[in-house]
């Protein structure tokens, strides 16, 4: 019994192992061979059922090596057929996501000139989206942003309409000069459509130092369009109003604009209209901590929705959070 106990619970699972088992066992100078060499010494009496006892064993140590030997030799010719030249099973990879590939890229084109990457919560108080921007209490330039609001114990938040609160943040806890950009998902209250969507992506600079001037402004404006739109790229600068800038402007882009995927062709009047930007309106400057009569700055926001509309043609806001792959699929050619 031990033996047999021994023999089964020997690893055998090369056909070496086997060999070795064979010799041991079964071979002429085996285990087998030396017990029936020992049956002589065995009592007369007993010697018909020690002979049994020993032809047993040795039947099933030969089937458990025949068994072995047929298992092992099967699983060689498997191994056999293999044809290690024949071409692999694709994985299937995924893609990059547009609005990935063009906030990598809009970050690319700000660090290659100093901008640092800033991110803050999307869950914001009032202070930081609206009070430290210049936004008075209950002034009409709050219902620009269609806001969520939401309940947070006892405070009343909001979903941020902007990544300007993270300005705000960066602000408040830095001193000038202060370059950097903050990249994030914001929040509005509209109804969805084509053209409008409740949530949507922005990225926004702001460049805080001495003697920082509105043509800072423009030529940073036009070197980024530029590096997104080509060589070509030509901007233009319309008035416009936002709470937290004077002067403010509305910033739009050549239709010149050419890509590896054509050109883009606008309609009517040969612009589009790509960002918002201004001079940091003094008060936002006081309100974090900054003082107006040593520093000025600039700032701009921009959708990343509108960008990456703009650079591949896509027509429906909706495809950007559908996840269908027949729209996602298209970009996996991109970097
Ligand atoms: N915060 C503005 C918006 O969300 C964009 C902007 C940023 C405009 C900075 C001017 C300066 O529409």
């Known amino acids: 019994d031990t033996l047999w106990?021994?023999?089964?619970?020997?690893?055998?699972?090369?056909?070496?192992?086997?060999?070795?088992?064979?010799?041991?066992?079964?071979?002429?100078?085996?285990?087998?061979?030396?017990?029936?060499?020992?049956?002589?010494?065995?009592?007369?009496?007993?010697?018909?059922?020690?002979?049994?006892?020993?032809?047993?064993?040795?039947?099933?140590?030969?089937?458990?090596?025949?068994?072995?030997?047929?298992?092992?030799?099967?699983?060689?010719?498997?191994?056999?057929?293999?044809?290690?030249?024949?071409?692999?099973?694709?994985?299937?990879?995924?893609?990059?996501?547009?609005?990935?590939?063009?906030?990598?890229?809009?970050?690319?084109?700000?660090?290659?000139?100093?901008?640092?990457?800033?991110?803050?919560?999307?869950?914001?108080?009032?202070?930081?989206?609206?009070?430290?921007?210049?936004?008075?209490?209950?002034?009409?330039?709050?219902?620009?942003?269609?806001?969520?609001?939401?309940?947070?114990?006892?405070?009343?938040?909001?979903?941020?309409?902007?990544?300007?609160?993270?300005?705000?943040?960066?602000?408040?806890?830095?001193?000038?000069?202060i370059r950097t950009i903050s990249p994030g998902r914001v929040y509005r209250n509209e109804a969805i459509s084509a053209r409008a969507h409740c949530f949507f992506h922005q990225v926004e600079g702001l460049y805080i130092d001495k003697n920082v001037s509105f043509a800072d402004l423009k030529q940073t404006l036009l070197y980024f369009a530029k590096e997104l739109f080509g060589e070509n790229a030509v901007i233009r600068m319309r008035p416009s109003y936002f709470p937290f800038t004077e002067p403010s402007a509305e910033v739009d882009v050549s239709c010149t604009i050419c890509n590896s995927k054509g050109c883009n062709v606008c309609k009517y009047t040969g612009w589009l209209e790509i960002l918002g930007c201004g001079m940091v309106d003094p008060n936002v400057l006081e309100a974090s901590g900054i003082d107006s009569t040593v520093y000025s700055g600039f700032a701009f926001g921009m959708g990343i929705e509108r960008i990456s509309q703009l650079k591949y043609k896509v027509n429906d806001l909706r495809l950007y959070s559908e996840n269908d792959v027949r729209f996602l699929r298209q970009f996996t050619s991109e970097f």
């Not at 079964?26 to 018909?48: A, T």
């Not at 803050?120 to 936004?135: K, Q, R, T, V, Y």
Request: charged share 25%; proline share 6%; hydrophobic share 30%.
């Open 5 to 177: 106990r021994e023999i089964q619970s020997g690893n055998i699972s090369t056909l070496q192992e086997l060999e070795t088992f064979r010799i041991k066992y079964l071979g002429s100078k085996g285990v087998v061979k030396e017990l029936f060499g020992e049956l002589k010494n065995v009592p007369n009496d007993q010697k018909k059922d020690v002979g049994q006892l020993l032809n047993t064993f040795r039947t099933q140590a030969e089937a458990f090596y025949e068994e072995c030997k047929e298992r092992l030799s099967a699983a060689s010719a498997v191994h056999s057929k293999l044809d290690y030249s024949r071409p692999g099973n694709a994985e299937p990879v995924g893609s990059r996501h547009p609005l990935s590939l063009v906030r990598s890229e809009i970050i690319g084109i700000f660090s290659r000139i100093g901008y640092t990457v800033s991110e803050g919560p999307e869950i914001e108080d009032d202070w930081h989206n609206f009070s430290a921007l210049n936004f008075p209490p209950e002034h009409p330039a709050r219902d620009m942003q269609d806001t969520f609001f939401v309940e947070k114990g006892e405070q009343e938040m909001a979903l941020r309409t902007h990544t300007s609160s993270v300005q705000v943040r960066v602000m408040e806890s830095s001193t000038p000069p």
